[in-house]
């Protein structure tokens, strides 16, 4: 006969059911995981190309490597509105158009990182402040239902536009690495912008406009310095 086993065996622990916060823990995770990998983008050349890269003078420098970090922390802050629109949106199609433009927006952030370290410079310190409160306003705006949520989309991306605009007129002339990669980056803002108002966004109303402007506000201010 064979001998019994004296040790009891410990109950294999039941299959726990997903709940609701499997999907926004896994959007969070997946958008976090972004702060540390680049590599996962349409898979753009980088638009300096072979740019000159002319020497600046320091106080140049510093004020370049300046306006890259707000533009670097302003691609993380995409990531994380269309990481969060996407986890809430309700029609596949806007779902997958939301993620599409991430991709293509991580392109941005990893050419703003290539041109920061040709500065001798780093990121934003703050990156994980700018995923998480994008996040959240990316996931309610998407509560307001898609079109409110695509509206949202157009009007962010015309304000980014703006701001890369002033950005170009504040490069020093002789910069032309920097000024091929904001040129590139404006175009595929503005064409995100018109692919959002053909997918039927919804105008976004000006008191909210208003609130968009002061958090970037915020943001560039931060950013530029930390």
């Keep these: 006969m064979k001998p019994s086993d004296p040790s009891p065996r410990a109950p294999r622990p039941a ?3 997903p709940g609701p916060a499997d999907p ?3 959007f969070i995770g997946r ?3 972004l702060l540390a990998e680049r590599r996962h983008g349409a898979g753009r050349a980088n638009p300096a190309g072979s740019a000159r890269d002319a020497k600046l003078p320091a106080d140049e420098r510093r004020h370049v490597a300046g306006l890259m970090r707000i533009n670097h922390a302003g691609e993380i802050s995409a990531q994380a509105l269309y990481h969060g629109q996407a986890l809430t949106a309700r ?3 806007t779902r997958r158009h939301l993620l599409e433009a991430a991709r293509e927006e991580r392109d941005h952030l990893r ?3 290539e041109r920061l370290r040709e500065l001798d410079d780093a990121p934003s310190k703050l990156q994980p402040l700018w995923y998480a409160g994008s996040f959240a306003i990316g996931a309610l705006a998407g509560l307001r239902g898609d079109a409110a949520s695509l509206g949202f989309v157009q009007e962010t991306e015309r304000q980014v536009s703006e701001h890369l605009d002033e950005h170009l007129q504040q490069l020093p002339e002789t910069d032309e690495r920097s000024r091929a990669i904001l040129e590139t ?3 595929d803002e503005q064409r995100h912008g018109d692919e959002a108002r053909d997918a039927g966004a ?3 109303p000006m008191p909210v406009r208003d ?3 002061q958090v970037a506000k915020l943001m560039k201010f931060g950013a530029y310095r930390l």
Excluded: K, N, Q, T
Aim: hydrophobic share 40%; charged share 40%.
């Design 111 to 113: 050419w703003c990182e």
């Design 202 to 204: 919804a105008p976004v």
């Design 15 to 17: 299959e726990r059911e």
């Design 91 to 93: 029609d596949p199609d």
């Design 185 to 187: 980056m404006r175009r």
């Design 211 to 213: 609130l968009m402007r």
């Design 24 to 26: 926004l823990l896994s």
């Design 31 to 33: 958008g976090l995981s």
